[in-house]
């Protein structure tokens, strides 16, 4: 195993009714993904804040990733429908301001859906690791 | 270069102060030259015969003035209103910021307002006077005898180049003649911008962001910007920042800026006037417009006093974030 | 600055297996509030809680973090430990080390580095943590049912045996609605009246009930357990406390020709009227457009044979206060207006017919006394065509139709088809489909009964014109299994159109501010788990107004409803979530962005003074969270520029911290 | 003094910038000037005025003080200071230099500002006579003299000439340094030039403005005056004004929580900021009126009160074209009786 192997860092927001319990349900399921990710877990995905995936890249993340329930199925009915809005804005300016597009994703993750939870948390984290360090949205005062 | 005389709007503000049907005029005062107008609040006809223009050089848009001047009256507000500050009138009202009733809105058609800048770039420093004329200016300096004749249209304000709308949405009053909604080439340089790689976008935008010195300028005068208390000065928001310490310190501010009001800008343009870095923050707010049009439909904020924001609204078929560069692309 | 103890559970070898908990422990101990720390075995066991309880108490403890498996499985537990120590349950934290950690990765080195950035993102939350009661609010044990259809009628029924008081608000004379039209119902064939009215008479006789027909509903205030309603009462131009629906008044009114609504306009009524014999209440009402001594003051032929002395010609409209605990939407169905479908000649012909006036036609009660008469010349039809999904599961014909399946038009079609077959074998009868969709007890047998014993012609395809010619009707149609065109000259043609809410639905959603689809009908507050609940707290759903439903379906859901609403009134206090939304008034914009994200109404405003720096007062608008109403979703809380707004027990300061104690 | 042809003008800045980083005013790509660190391909910009003043080189916006690291539940503190390397900065306007004298008298007197007085030991200015002043320039009331900026070198810049004198020992040493690329010649060759510049002096716009009503003693005449109020009508807040400024020297002490230790910095701050000074009662000034008096008063009274007379306005102009409402500090010395009667 090579020691200085570049790990990402993944900071994953998911919403307590369904991708929260869908990463439980992998987890129950001993379905692997990365270590890489960190979960963060949020009443809805409408409660994740632009301001805490900026301060997450701020702090290091490489990459930020925000799980909530599949359109329709929202426990608060339209939480993921401003989630949806929102993020879409979000991502589509920080592409715009020439930040890596595929560092920030959006995906819907029901409490059934275990094996889809870590299909994409593998995914995700290999995309990231093959993007490397996040350079572009990095404050170099967090560097360790 | 402006079509209804500064004498039209004094008369009138004249006489509804002096019959009592206002209590104060929100206009723009006189400067040291022709080009340095201030905002100011008239409570006598004295004071307008004496110090109120208008002329070329007001550009600065006063509805965000009436948050605060309406609460100190008693009595009723009149403000001068261009098309393009009638659309931040709406959007104010829309969002309850002031009391509709104590304004009296006077609608002023607009010809487009000068930068003062691109106009000493072309008729030179030392500038002693200024004189209006059916094309543009003509310009005296102290170091030339003759004047330097400058056409209007070379030093229009970057919001009045890429006019979008000559109509006023909003007033009590119109003085001369309503214009109409225009097609305006505004978002051609957003998508210069979007056909750079990410790498020369990332560039540019380094380039543009790092001159920012945080004055906040561009938030104070923005009339979207109207929180009792911003983000930004707030120790308790996790976002407070006064200095663009690093370059992530610039990026989170003016993105989480265009983010805060995205949906809620209509666009007028003051953030890029009052820039005295010159940074064309104008460009991401038009970044959100041009993608809310593309992504949900085409909306104007401001446009209809009570419309519903794009960022506070959703259909069920609405665009996936993966798909927003599919869409794009498109 | 709290005071933190921290236990890492092994859970037997679930966590430990994976995780080194002793270097967990042992590296969280230095984290900032740290004053305890220790693993043990099962943490969830009473050894464990133990540990925690003494090590409260021990340690004065202001905060504890349990490295353990999901929240979802045990946060409630550790919540219930703190307690029994003594320290408020929300001052506890979960960090997720075994499904979200050990059971997921497979070497110890990386487990553990995770369970240590997990623990200590938990504990830079506590460290944020505020202890948080619920609010209480009490319940007014009171229940409203808008809408006296037998969806009302089964939720106040339901609700009145418990022994709350209920008020039924309909808005035609009488309650009973579209059931109450119906002659027969599916798959049993019992008759609709004879099912229905036993239970109107319940309603009218149960001392817990009170009607208010001919009412609408004029405004809501309030919220769950504190609805704060005005209810109109149109003027009936009746006293209904002394009217004994004797019908002498009725039987007198010179004004014969007024098109009868309960028969949808096959026959005529008179000015004054009662709408069916076992109509409830069993009042009379005089329709004020209709009535020449209302609008010229000429007649007062009813005062006169009215012995009771009930007629008032100068009756108003009389409004009624009245707090409810809860409220039940029962608004309903109709069926979409016709005069779109130029394609079946509905507007050109007496004989192209709607099932539901098909319903009428065959009823006892009906304009023709149930025997099945064609409108235009009252003669027996003998060629009869049912055509279905008119105006439903039309994706193309959005602006006429509706996308939806309506539901229940295949069966009651079945019903009408073989119930004409039955009583005049002689008829032909022809089903035009799309597809039959018959789930549901005993109802694919019932539609295979119509096929197989009454000979009904069923055809897979869609009519596409009828025309009416001299007294037949040509129906050109295609018979897609066969592959052909086809033509039969009808006598009666009968749509089964398509159902819509009604259109008092919308304007009381706004009232209720309980969401709606586009299609109008009410959201529930979840599709599958919370199906007879709207998304506002204390607003129940019962029947079609939630989706096209058929009988059973419509008083299964009344019950249910029912049930929601007893076990709401039943409870004395309402306890609220304590992880909701709160408004920092001072930085406050009064923009009312948050009100608009709020799926649930929660968030009010109120003009509020504030003292100035210059020594003045100032009135700013600002929200105001209903502690009651809010779900705790945070929409708001992102939506809030000035970030005045916040949710509590997931405030953005604590998410942030966890945010940087991950990334550090 | 010294002569030094515009043709060689790259060859001096090469030697200058052998021994020490020299800096200049150079296009910012936005149609305004900023200081840059010369190059090869940089090129010096005739500009009248940089949109930052060069205070940045001594008082930058934002500079680490100290940092503490978290070892445990332990905090060790880090001295973070090192030691200036020389520099030189090119074509700094009278006003501009006037602007240090001001911020020395902050920063240099007891405490000194160890900071402050690292950098600015460091430093070698070269100024820059004003050969076409603006409509914004009323340096002359503050006894500037543009045809005679001060600094370690004075420069006037002909045609085709660059003429360099020093006035310290630290710009003789520079000069001398120069030597092979410059010639000797007499004082009196900038004379004419100097004649020009004067006489332009007197015709610009704002030529009347007058100190004589501000400084020592008036804080009583001005502190309740109703001016403020409709003077600060309009002002929006911002910190434009403060932080164009050669002479604004306020600045706010922050700590920046890294994740692993805390970052001790000190910014800009400014005195029209509605958190300026807040401190655990909360503000001292809490109207837009009492903040902007401050701003003016500070800068007309209470500093020469404290300074011997030195006001702290050296009337470069920059908060007159950059101020988002137009209002700047020669209205408010207009409003207040400030012009030559």
Redesign the interface.
Same mark, same amino acid.
């Given at each position: 195993m090579q020691v200085n192997e570049y790990k990402p860092?993944i900071?994953a927001f998911c919403c307590?009714w369904c991708s929260?319990?869908g990463? &439980?349900?992998? *987890?129950?399921n !001993?379905?692997?993904?990365?270590?890489d990710v960190?979960?963060?877990?949020?009443?809805?995905s409408?409660?994740?804040?632009?301001?805490?995936i900026?301060?997450?890249?701020?702090?290091?993340?490489d990459g930020v990733i925000i799980c909530g329930c599949h359109?329709?199925?929202c426990?608060?009915?339209?939480?993921n429908?401003?989630t949806?809005?929102?993020?879409?804005?979000?991502?589509?300016?920080? &592409?715009?301001? *020439?930040?890596? !597009?595929e560092r920030t994703?959006?995906e819907w993750v029901s409490a059934a859906e275990g094996a889809k939870f870590?299909a994409t948390m593998n995914d995700f984290a290999e995309t990231v690791a093959a993007l490397g360090e996040n350079k572009?949205?990095?404050?170099?005062?967090?560097k360790? | 270069m402006q079509k209804v005389n500064r004498d039209v709007l004094l008369e009138k503000a004249a006489a509804m102060l002096d019959a009592g049907e206002v209590q104060a005029v929100l206009g723009w005062g006189a400067g040291e030259f022709a080009y340095d107008v201030t905002p100011r609040v008239f409570e006598t006809s004295d004071e307008l015969r004496a110090d109120f223009v208008w002329n070329d050089f007001c550009g600065a848009n006063l509805s965000k003035y009436l948050v605060s001047k309406t609460k100190k009256l008693e009595g009723k507000l009149l403000v001068f209103l261009k098309p393009c500050d009638t659309y931040s009138f709406n959007q104010l009202l829309t969002e309850h910021r002031f009391e509709r009733e104590k304004v009296y809105a006077v609608a002023v058609p607009c010809e487009g307002m000068a930068d003062v800048q691109k106009l000493k770039a072309l008729a030179g420093d030392g500038i002693s006077s200024i004189e209006s004329t059916d094309s543009g200016f003509s310009v005296t300096t102290i170091y030339d005898d003759a004047p330097v004749e400058v056409k209007g249209a070379d030093v229009l304000l970057e919001k009045c180049a890429n006019c979008k709308s000559r109509k006023h949405v909003a007033y009590d009053e119109l003085l001369g003649d309503e214009g109409e909604v225009l097609d305006s080439n505004r978002f051609d340089e957003v998508e210069r911008i979007e056909a750079m790689t990410s790498e020369e976008r990332f560039a540019f935008w380094q380039g543009e962001l790092s001159r920012c010195i945080r004055c906040n300028a561009c938030r104070d005068v923005c009339p979207a910007c109207t929180c009792e208390k911003c983000v930004f000065d707030n120790p308790n928001s996790g976002a407070e920042n006064k200095a663009p310490t690093t370059s992530f310190e610039e990026q989170m501010f003016h993105v989480i800026r265009a983010f805060h009001v995205a949906g809620r800008c209509t666009d007028c343009g003051e953030c890029s006037r009052v820039c005295p870095q010159n940074i064309p923050l104008h460009l991401l707010n038009r970044k959100f417009i041009k993608d809310i049009n593309t992504f949900y439909g085409e909306y104007q904020a401001g446009a209809e006093e009570g419309s519903r924001a794009p960022l506070v609204d959703y259909t069920l078929e609405d665009l996936e974030a993966e798909d927003v560069f599919k869409k794009e692309a498109e | 600055m709290q005071r933190i103890g921290v236990f890492v559970c092994w859970c037997g070898s679930n966590i430990a297996g994976t995780v080194d908990v002793q270097a967990v422990s042992e590296a969280l101990k230095t984290e900032p509030g740290v004053v305890f720390f220790t693993n043990y075995q099962y943490m969830c066991s009473q050894a464990g809680q133990d540990i925690i309880i003494d090590a409260v108490k021990e340690h004065n403890l202001t905060g504890i973090v349990v490295c353990s498996c999901s929240p979802r499985m045990h946060e409630a537990t550790f919540r219930k430990t703190a307690a029994a120590a003594g320290l408020n349950p929300y001052m506890v934290e979960i960090a997720n080390i075994r499904e979200q950690c050990s059971w997921v990765h497979k070497d110890m080195a990386s487990g553990t580095e995770k369970a240590i950035i997990l623990g200590k993102a938990a504990i830079a939350k506590v460290n944020l943590n505020a202890p948080l009661t619920p609010g209480e609010s009490p319940v007014t044990k009171r229940a409203l049912v808008i809408g006296g259809g037998i969806a009302g009628i089964q939720t106040a029924l339901d609700i009145a045996d418990a022994g709350f008081p209920v008020d039924i608000v309909e808005t035609k004379p009488t309650i009973g609605g579209k059931m109450a039209q119906l002659d027969k119902t599916f798959p049993t064939l019992d008759c609709a009246a004879c099912i229905l009215t036993p239970k109107m008479v319940d309603v009218a006789q149960n001392d817990k009930i009170r009607i208010f027909s001919y009412s609408e509903v004029q405004e809501i205030k309030g919220f769950v357990g504190n609805f704060d309603v005005t209810i109109k009462k149109k003027a009936r131009f009746v006293k209904e406390e002394i009217c004994t629906g004797c019908g002498a008044c009725v039987e007198k009114c010179p004004m014969k020709k007024i098109p009868n609504e309960f028969n949808l306009g096959m026959d005529n009524r008179r000015a004054i009227y009662i709408p069916f014999a076992q109509a409830v209440p069993k009042v009379a009402t005089i329709d004020p457009s209709a009535c020449n001594m209302l609008k010229n003051g000429k007649c007062g032929v009813c005062s006169k044979v009215c012995t009771a002395g009930a007629i008032d010609y100068t009756q108003k409209d009389e409004f009624i206060n009245e707090k409810y605990g809860a409220i039940v939407v029962a608004t309903g169905f109709n069926p979409i207006s016709m005069d779109k479908f130029d394609e079946y000649a509905y507007n050109q012909s007496k004989d192209v017919i709607t099932s539901l006036e098909f319903e009428r036609l065959t009823n006892a009660a009906g304009p023709t006394q149930g025997k099945l008469l064609r409108p235009s010349d009252l003669e027996h039809p003998h060629t009869i065509v049912f055509v279905q999904c008119v105006g439903s599961r039309c994706a193309a014909c959005a602006e006429k139709g509706k996308e939806y399946c309506s539901k229940i038009c295949c069966m009651y079609t079945a019903k009408h088809a073989m119930l004409v077959r039955d009583k005049y074998p002689d008829t032909e009868v022809y089903v035009f489909y799309i597809d039959v969709r018959t789930p549901g007890k005993n109802f694919d047998e019932f539609y295979r009964r119509a096929v197989e014993e009454y000979g009904v012609k069923y055809i897979k395809g869609m009519v596409g014109k009828v025309t009416p010619e001299g007294n037949k009707l040509k129906v050109r149609a295609s018979d897609l299994i066969a592959g052909k065109q086809l033509n039969i000259d009808a006598d009666l043609v009968v749509l089964a159109v398509a159902i819509e809410p009604d259109k008092s639905a919308r304007p009381l959603a706004t009232m209720l501010t309980a969401s709606m689809d586009t299609n109008d009908f009410f959201t529930e507050a979840h599709p599958k788990l919370r199906p007879v609940e709207s998304p506002t707290a204390g607003v129940f759903l019962s029947g079609a107004c939630q989706g096209p439903k058929d009988i059973p379906e419509t008083v299964s859901q009344a019950s249910a409803a029912a049930s929601k609403v007893i076990g709401l009134l039943v409870k004395d206090k309402l306890k609220g979530n304590p992880c909701i939304a709160s408004a920092n008034e001072l930085m406050c914009n009064g923009c009312s962005t948050c009100a608009n994200v709020c799926p649930y109404g929660a968030i009010t405003y109120i003009d509020k003074e504030f003292p100035m720096f210059d020594r003045t007062m100032q009135t700013r608008r600002v929200a105001q969270v209903n502690p009651a109403v809010c779900q705790g979703c945070g929409a708001c809380t992102v939506a809030c520029m000035s970030g005045a707004m916040d949710l509590r027990g997931f405030a953005s300061s604590q998410i942030i911290a966890e945010v940087d104690a991950i990334c550090r | 003094m010294r002569k030094c042809s515009l043709s060689k003008l790259t060859d001096l800045f090469q030697k200058i910038n052998e021994s020490a980083s020299l800096y200049l005013p150079a296009t910012d790509n936005a149609g305004g000037a900023v200081y840059t660190k010369w190059a090869d391909g940089v090129e010096y910009l005739d500009v009248l005025n940089t949109v930052r003043s060069p205070k940045d080189f001594f008082f930058p916006q934002s500079e680490n003080l100290m940092e503490f690291k978290l070892k445990g539940k332990n905090i060790e503190i880090l001295d973070i200071r090192e030691e200036s390397e020389d520099f030189v900065i090119f074509g700094v306007r009278a006003c501009d230099v006037k602007s240090f004298e001001v911020l020395d008298r902050v920063f240099l007197s007891e405490p000194v500002d160890s900071y402050y007085q690292n950098r600015r030991a460091h430093a070698v200015i070269i100024s820059m006579a004003c050969m076409r002043p603006a409509d914004t320039c009323f340096c002359t009331a503050f006894g500037i003299d543009a045809a005679e900026p001060a600094g370690d070198v004075s420069a006037w810049k002909t045609e085709c000439d660059l003429y360099l004198k020093a006035n310290t020992e630290k710009g003789a040493q520079l000069l001398a340094k120069l030597s092979n690329l410059t010639e000797e010649c007499d004082d009196s060759e900038v004379s004419p030039l100097q004649e020009k510049i004067r006489n332009i002096m007197k015709k610009l716009p704002l030529e009347g403005i007058s100190l004589e009503n501000f400084g020592k003693g008036k804080t009583k005449e001005y502190f309740d005056s109703p001016l403020w109020t409709e003077l600060s009508e309009a002002c929006l807040g911002c910190g434009t004004c403060t932080f164009v400024c050669p002479t604004c020297q306020c600045y706010d002490i922050k700590d920046f929580d890294t994740g692993s230790g805390v970052i001790r910095y000190r910014c800009w701050d400014s005195c029209m900021y509605s958190d300026f000074t807040k401190m655990a009662h909360g503000n001292s000034r809490n109207t837009q009126v009492e903040r902007f008096r401050q701003r003016f008063m500070h800068k007309l009274v209470y500093y020469p009160e404290n300074n011997d007379g030195l006001f702290s306005c050296v009337g470069c102009g920059r908060c007159l074209s950059k101020c988002p409402i137009s209002m700047n500090i020669v209205k408010v010395m207009k409003a207040l009786g400030g012009e030559k009667k």
């Open positions: 860092l900071v307590n929260y319990a990463a &439980d349900l992998a *987890g129950n !001993r379905l692997n993904y990365p270590a960190k979960i963060i877990r949020v009443p809805c409408c409660r994740v804040n632009p301001m805490f900026l301060r997450a890249f701020q702090r290091g993340a359109p329709g199925d426990h608060y009915t339209s939480g429908y401003y949806r809005r929102r993020m879409a804005l979000l991502f589509s300016m920080l &592409d715009f301001l *020439g930040i890596e !597009r994703r959006l870590a572009r949205l990095e404050d170099l005062r967090c360790k | - | - | -």
